[in-house]
């Protein structure tokens, strides 16, 4: 009972809904009738010359075990509807690819979402390419007021221009500048605190 209770109530729905039914072994009307149209003339004059002439009362069961006889595959034993313990399992079944497919999509959603980050993150540093002296020189002018927040400003900076050196194989010519920059404000601790928090150590 735990068991089903935990099987979401739509997909026993959906498991239900693919069960066979319990088949009465009679033909459709459908099956009838083109098994009716496809008789050659001369049998279905005979079928309405017996039907008339017959002194059978029942000549609806006469016509069916005849059809019976031309389709009996259609007579095979009913299947039967599956049981509950089948049906769990088909839910069970149904659940698990559903999961499949929801952890398919979130997959796929995150590496779109990567992708689009670090190309945009890419795009960034090809503009901070495109004028270093002038980023070096702001990250100077953000020191200079000395506000916790625009430290954090010029440590963002230094992040971007030390991912862009290590992008161009620049990294050497990077680390120099950064060590001049640490010895220029080594009595700024708040500054150095935040440097060394964000991976620019010595």
């Known amino acids: 009972m735990a068991e089903f209770l935990r099987i979401d109530p739509d997909l026993i729905t959906a498991a239900a809904a693919g069960s066979a039914p319990v088949a009465s072994g009679e033909p459709t009307a459908a099956q009838l009738r083109t098994w009716v149209v496809g008789l050659p003339a001369r049998d279905k004059d005979a079928i309405l010359t017996d039907l008339i002439t017959s002194g059978d009362s029942h000549p609806r069961s006469r016509l069916l075990r005849r059809y019976r006889d031309a389709h009996p595959a259609d007579a095979s034993t009913p299947t039967a509807a599956r049981t509950a313990g089948e049906l769990l399992a088909t839910a069970a079944d149904l659940r698990a690819e559903r999961e499949r497919l929801d952890a398919e999509r979130r997959e796929r959603d995150r590496v779109r979402r990567e992708r689009s980050a670090a190309a945009a993150r890419q795009r960034h ?14 990250v100077d002018e953000l020191i200079a007021t000395k506000k916790p927040r625009e430290y954090d400003s010029a440590v963002q900076l230094l992040v971007d221009l030390r991912d862009l050196a290590e992008r161009d194989g620049d990294s050497g010519l990077f680390q120099q500048r950064l060590a001049e920059l640490r010895a220029v404000h080594a009595r700024k601790p708040s500054l150095l605190e935040r440097l060394n928090l964000a991976g620019l150590g010595t």
């Open 125 to 138: 540093l090809d503009t901070l390419a495109s004028d270093q002296p002038a980023a070096w020189q702001r």
